[in-house]
């Protein structure tokens, strides 16, 4: 069974941090890129930031860059987000995301809001 299990979400103040984690199963995690993307109710999915297959690729929205930062670990097939100096558009559900050519795994999301 696929899985993508999220975690790390909560509540921070502005200027805050978070490290989301999302632990991949059930699939050749490392033959995938994998990435996050985020959606506010009523809004979209938006892209947050993407891992190549072998972590040396890393892409990221022009909104979180030079704040966020993507890595993973292919020994434990776990994918992280390091989030730093949270804004409050930052908020939303936070959705990992596994991608091999045609293939495409989406796990439950955490929520992240950022308030004072």
């Known amino acids: 069974e696929v899985q993508l299990q999220a975690s790390g979400g909560g509540l921070v103040q502005p200027g805050g941090s978070l490290r989301l984690a999302c632990v991949a199963s059930g699939f050749a995690v490392n033959q995938y890129s994998l990435g996050w993307v985020r959606q506010t109710p009523g809004q979209e999915r938006e892209f947050v930031a993407a891992?190549?297959?072998?972590?040396?690729?890393?892409y990221y929205a022009d909104s979180v860059k030079g704040r966020f930062t993507i890595s993973r670990d292919n020994s434990n097939d776990t994918l992280y987000l390091q989030m730093n100096s949270l804004k409050p558009e930052d908020t939303g559900v936070y959705y990992c995301n596994a991608r091999r050519l045609a293939v495409d795994y989406w796990g439950q999301g955490t929520q992240v809001t950022v308030s004072s």
């Open positions: 891992s190549s297959w072998s972590g040396t690729n890393s």
